[in-house]
């Protein structure tokens, strides 16, 4: 990847800092410096939100998403050669039935009875054929990268920005710069988690600072500061949340972005009841579930 492109990747970063930087820098001078009667519990608390924040977020950007490692390869083959084994003894075994069937039909003494017990054996032959591809199908699915030349195990993707294939990828995020998979999930739901509870607070709270600067005699500059601040972060308030409230549904389900959008019939195959995929997920220990380690 050259410099510039690098360069633009990161922009999406350099951006989300900006906001950061804006929206604190903002809610200090209309609202904390103003108000400040030493370190209260509600100052505490606030910090305490934006360092788990950052935390999280540093730790969603840096840590490798979802290395496949050499064992699951491994592993990807062995199943494989063992499903190619039973599908070759699967055919045996119906090319076998349908001979003994072929056999019995021409015992019938009549032509037109044979040719309706010969359609008959075809059709239900057919019928096992179907039934017991679909059944393999959903036992095995061959999926192999062409660019990382691997096999793919299930739930691996390959992200075209990163060059490589993840397992349980969900999504690539270009706030972090870094692809959304098995091992920095739950890294990223802290993430979301923490900046959604801190876009509720400092809503709630500025929501005085606003209704103050509306009936008192300010600056124009400051009055548009403090208004389109006010309306900026309740705009981020809602779609944050709401982008938690879905992650938390597709975890729920133990599913991932990239499944939830796949057009199949199955998508709830890797579902194990709210308690387990949860702790699929973030940990069998719920007082870690949202601690960024």
């Known amino acids: ?152 195990p299930p739930r691996a993707h390959h992200c075209s920005q990163c060059n490589t294939c993840w397992q349980r990828m969900d999504h690539h995020c270009q706030w972090i710069n870094n692809c959304v998979a098995r091992d920095n999930y739950k890294m990223f739901f802290c993430m979301i988690f923490y900046a959604s509870a801190l876009l509720v607070w400092v809503t709630i709270s500025q929501q005085k600072v606003f209704e103050q600067v509306i009936h008192i005699d300010v600056s124009d500059l400051k009055l548009y500061i403090i208004v389109l601040h006010f309306y900026f972060v309740c705009f981020l308030a809602i779609l944050i949340s709401g982008f938690f409230i879905f992650h938390v549904y597709l975890t729920s389900q133990n599913k991932t972005t990239l499944e939830q959008l796949e057009d199949k019939p199955d998508k709830t195959k890797y579902d194990q009841g709210i308690w387990l995929n949860f702790q699929s997920a973030l940990g069998s220990n719920i007082l870690f579930w949202l601690i960024p380690i």
């Not at 999406?12 to 209309?30: A, H, K």
């Open 1 to 152: 990847m050259s410099f510039w492109n690098r360069l633009m990747s990161l922009l999406p970063t350099f951006m989300l800092f900006g906001v950061l930087i804006f929206s604190y820098s903002i809610y200090f001078i209309t609202n904390l410096k103003p108000n400040f009667n030493g370190y209260t519990y509600d100052i505490i608390i606030l910090h305490c939100i934006i360092i788990l924040f950052m935390v999280s977020m540093f730790r969603a950007m840096f840590l490798q998403p979802g290395i496949i490692s050499t064992e699951t390869i491994d592993e990807t083959w062995k199943q494989w050669e063992i499903f190619k084994q039973q599908e070759k003894e699967r055919l045996t075994e119906e090319k076998q039935r349908r001979s003994q069937r072929s056999v019995k039909t021409f015992k019938t003494e009549n032509d037109e009875d044979r040719s309706v017990v010969n359609l008959d054996a075809e059709e239900i032959i057919e019928e096992e054929d179907n039934t017991n591809k679909d059944q393999n199908q959903k036992v095995v699915q061959k999926r192999f990268c062409k660019k990382c030349c691997i096999p793919k």
